[in-house]
């Protein structure tokens, strides 16, 4: 790809061939850790009022959202679902990025259902690459295995501790991810580390809220979390801007 100001817009994404490929899914590994955590938010900690419960919420990038949608493999096409909701991120010249979540109520056994969206399938993990499209590093894919990894308490997920290991998989066979380095995704995965440091930033510095225990803890973190308050917005705004800034002018127009 062109690395100039003038670079040719980069095609579509091709959302078939790339959801042909296997990428991190880890066959099964919902019945090792007590019936699916990632899929069912089960853990004896968690009483929410508004964060899914025997379910869990599944995200889509836009694009890939009207992809699967076209060829009837969404949730709500399947399972008679809620319609999906928007999150938006403002990113300056009149450009934005979207993201598409909704309740999955699978439990881990949409295999024949639907198409498991590309932010499912490459759980625990998300691979993380600079402008050139090398890979940085690997964050994690989910909030609560990130929380639990802030307030020092061992997550359920039986394969959360093998990030170390999909990391030197990929630096060693980075065509195992080729796929992944369009401007388009790469800028999702760019925006999805900078709410984590944002998060991180915001959850460590609320110490009223991480000296708590157990449900205390989770109960509290729900309405924190769903209004906003630990994870600065103008922050992200920015720092996603920017990153969106640095990929256009590497690869030319791709919104």
Known sequence: MASSSNAVPVGPVDWEKLHQQPFLYEDGCWTTCGGGFCCSNDHPDFSFNFIPMQGTTIIYMEDEYRYLKSIGNVPELREAGEAPKEIVVSLGDGKELKLLHTTCRLLGRCDGVFQKPLLCRLYPVLPVFDVAGTLEEVIPGSIFDLTFDLIDSPTPCTVHGRSGEYLRQWTAKPE???????????????????????????????????????????????????????????????????AYRELRTHYGEFL
């Open 176 to 242: 195992l991810i080729d796929s992944l380095r369009h401007p388009y995704i790469m800028l999702y995965l760019r925006v999805a580390k900078i709410f984590s440091e944002a998060y991180r930033a915001g959850l460590s510095g609320n110490q009223r809220l991480t000296k708590l225990k157990g449900k205390r803890f989770w109960s509290r973190w729900e309405l924190s979390y769903l209004t906003g308050k630990l994870a600065d917005s103008q922050r992200i705004t920015s720092e996603a801007a920017t």
